[in-house]
């Protein structure tokens, strides 16, 4: 499905959970280190927990919880967190949208991960819900 939500680099260490906000659906994910679990809330910041799922070690060791995730099966490309005046520092794209680092790549124009190539978050977005 085209539209699917990335969430890239800049999230790293600011992670506001602006984009949490906007989404109809709960499919943004934080990971929990201590019960080692991610999970969803019913509303944001109301503690009330609405999807969990086991996470792939591998995958989630990587950034931790310094981040945010989409859950790529869940997102139903509604484009609501990647409008510009949600996430501040730009760290959202649709997946056919994520800059790759080479001349001419188009990022957001509050990333400030400019001129990164943010490709690997496609793949860590599947691997962190992997089984
Ligand atoms: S709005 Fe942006 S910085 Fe905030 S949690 Fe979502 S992706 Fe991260
Ligand atoms: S595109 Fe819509 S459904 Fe997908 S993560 Fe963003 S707000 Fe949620």
Redesign the pocket.
Known sequence: MS???IITEACIGTKDRA?VD????Q??YEFDPVTSVLFSEVEAGNGVIENSHAPNPDAVAIFGDTLLY?NVDE????????QPDICPVGAIYSEEKVPDGTPGASYNAEDTSKGHDHTFFIQLSRDVFAD
């Open positions: 539209g699917i939500a984009c906007v989404c109809p659906v499919c943004i989409v997102c139903t490309s509604c484009t609501a967190c990647y």
